[in-house]
């Protein structure tokens, strides 16, 4: 009898499991959790570690974080591991609006657990570096393992326009990476090339603000430090933590929408997944683009995100 009833919870729970939204939010929940905890991990390295860690390496771990990420969810979801390609997919009409709830939910709970692996993982380095004393500025300030700060030269509404540009900069090169009218990234190499262009984000325009570039990667890791003990200045430090939640989709739709004018008009309204499965019909915007059973059809204007819409739709993260 038992077994019976233990078969049965199985069975139903893969049934839960096997439903397409389901799929999404865990897609996006582990792409997430994997890109996060190889960023994070690597800040940790940087800040902790005496000549451990670099920026350089920074930039390599978030940059082939993304690349693990998208291999991982590229055709469940499309990988998008940042709520600002996300949110950009929806508004160009790529990718129904009930499904942004998902998408970003799934996102902040992978980003929300990296945060907490990397602080359990790094824990006895956090204290013994900084004496005990978890700050958020100062010499031995900690905070910034998890998420983006302003730097003193920077301020908050250049920091702002920052965050604009450079996410714009990162749709704009994923519609190009992933449309199939242009001159797209070969099959099979378009998570390692998204990785390689969040690199040269990095190197080339992460100073003035760490290049936050996406909602998911610095809310979540942020709401954790001021839960562990970091505090309140988590959030009143320079009034920055609004920024990297609400410049990158004002940046993200901007990129895709200068893409779309001036060069994509042949990018397909579909979603855009890993390689080309025809498994799934409706995935978000990923880092690769998905082919869908029906005719291309052709758009003038697109959102931006790392995966733009449907076709469009490429990659994230995003960091």
């Not at 949110?87 to 902040?108: D, H």
């Not at 998890?146 to 996410?167: I, S």
């Not at 603000?209 to 200045?233: H, M």
């Not at 690769?288 to 995966?307: E, F, Y």
Request: hydrophobic share 45%; with cysteine.
């Amino acid at each position: 009898m038992s077994k019976m009833v233990t078969s049965s919870a199985v069975t139903r729970m893969q049934r839960v499991l096997q439903k397409e939204m389901v799929r999404e939010f865990l897609a996006e929940f582990l792409s997430t959790f994997v890109m996060m905890v190889f960023g994070l991990g690597s800040v940790a390295h940087m800040v902790l570690g005496d000549k451990m860690g670099s920026y350089l390496g920074v930039n390599l771990g978030f940059g082939f974080g993304v690349t693990m990420g998208v291999h991982v969810a590229g055709n469940i979801s499309g990988a998008h591991m940042n709520a600002a390609l996300t949110f950009t997919n929806c508004a160009l009409g790529r990718m129904s609006w009930k499904k942004f709830p998902v998408y970003v939910l799934g996102q902040f709970l992978g980003s929300f657990l990296a945060a907490a692996t990397i602080y359990c993982l790094f824990y006895t380095a956090i204290i013994d570096y900084s004496g005990g004393m978890l700050t958020v500025t100062g010499p031995t300030a900690t905070a910034n393992i998890f998420a983006t700060y302003l730097p003193d030269h920077m301020t908050l509404w250049r920091g702002f326009l920052d965050e604009v540009l450079v996410t714009g900069m990162l749709q704009l090169c994923l519609l190009a990476i992933t449309d199939k009218g242009n001159n797209p990234a070969l099959q099979g190499t378009q998570a390692l090339v998204i990785g390689i262009l969040v690199v040269i984000i990095g190197v080339s325009m992460g100073m003035n603000s760490g290049y936050a570039i996406n909602p998911s990667r610095d809310l979540p890791p942020r709401f954790f430090t001021f839960i562990a003990g970091w505090g309140t200045q988590v959030f009143s430090t320079k009034d920055w933590w609004w920024v990297p939640v609400v410049a990158p989709p004002l940046g993200a739709y901007l990129g895709a929408i200068i893409y779309l004018i001036f060069i994509g008009s042949s990018i397909q309204q579909g979603p855009q997944i890993l390689e080309t499965p025809s498994t799934y019909e409706d995935h978000g915007t990923p880092v690769l683009p998905k082919t869908t059973s029906h005719p291309p059809v052709i758009s003038s204007l697109t959102p931006v995100s790392v995966s733009p819409t449907r076709d469009l739709q490429s990659c994230p993260t995003l960091k």
